[in-house]
């Protein structure tokens, strides 16, 4: 069994930054690509960010790119989600997951989920 825990949110005002970690269990973490995805109030989740199990290769969603970088450290089995220049419309809960599939951003692909961490925006 995978265990998520993503850890870094919290309440920043508008052009603020923030680091979320996503630290997994088991052994083959380095294995998997894995990914950032959020869900703000009444919205369908979506996907953020995704980096390979090298780091060798990162995608983002068009909506963060050039605020966010994703990167992780197999060593440590952990993920990590730099935003800056935050906006209000960042809002939301966001989630680390690991793909089953490869390169995906496509949600279906992704088999264990963390429990979320919040970051709020303030305008």
């Known amino acids: 069994q995978v265990q998520l825990v993503e850890s870094g949110g919290g309440l920043v005002q508008a052009g603020d930054s923030l680091r979320l970690s996503c630290t997994a269990s088991g052994r083959t973490f380095s294995s998997y690509a894995m990914a950032w995805f959020r869900q703000a109030p009444g919205k369908e989740r979506e996907f953020v960010a995704i980096i390979s199990w090298s780091g060798g290769n990162t995608w983002y969603a068009d909506s963060v790119k050039g605020r966010f970088t994703i990167s992780r450290d197999n060593a440590k089995n952990t993920v990590y989600l730099q935003m800056n220049s935050l906006k209000p419309e960042d809002t939301a809960v966001y989630y680390c997951?690991?793909?089953?599939?490869?390169?995906?951003?496509?949600?279906?692909?992704?088999?264990?989920w963390g429990q979320g961490t919040q970051v709020t925006v303030s305008s």
């Open positions: 997951a690991r793909s089953a599939l490869g390169y995906s951003y496509n949600i279906e692909d992704y088999d264990y």
